[in-house]
């Protein structure tokens, strides 16, 4: 069939913390536990409902299996990219079982840190901590010094100017 199209975007939180396994060339293959949530009012009674959709995901990108090795554990919030795939198996009682998972090939998969209960981070981060590129920040959340302490300087935006349009 031309023009079909394979993919899977989920947003949600971790369940658990992200199995990290190795194939036999040792790159790292991530399996994780993403949970989904609806949320309506009963149109009778009025109550608040939910549910909770539970998604497997499994990341064949060893560059991004380490990004969630490292970064995710269980309640991190996340956006995955990837496409629907639908396994055959065996189980111990010999009874064949289906598993459908959102699978992040070695191409074309994408995972995004949206942040979430138990991150630790914040925004703007705290003062004198060191962001990405080893920088201290200031007491008001501008960067004034890079890792060897060399003066970086302030931007600033005048949000009063005239906008052309």
Sequence with gaps: MAGSVNKAIVIGNLGRDPEIRHNNA???IATLSV????????KVTGERKERTEWHRVVIFNDALAGVAEKFLQKGSTVYLEGALQTRKWTDSAGVERYTTEVV?????GTLTLLGGRNDGGSYPPPADSP????RTSSRDGGFDQDARGNPIPKQSFDLNDDIPF
């Excluded at 949970?35 to 009963?42: C, E, P, Q």
């Excluded at 992040?104 to 074309?108: A, E, K, N, P």
């Excluded at 962001?131 to 080893?134: E, L, P, Q, T, V």
Aim: proline share 0%; no cysteine; charged share 40%.
């Design 131 to 134: 962001d990405d590129y080893g």
């Design 104 to 108: 992040l090939q070695r191409y074309g």
């Design 26 to 28: 040792g790159e790292r």
């Design 35 to 42: 949970a989904t949530s609806d949320t309506w009012r009963d």
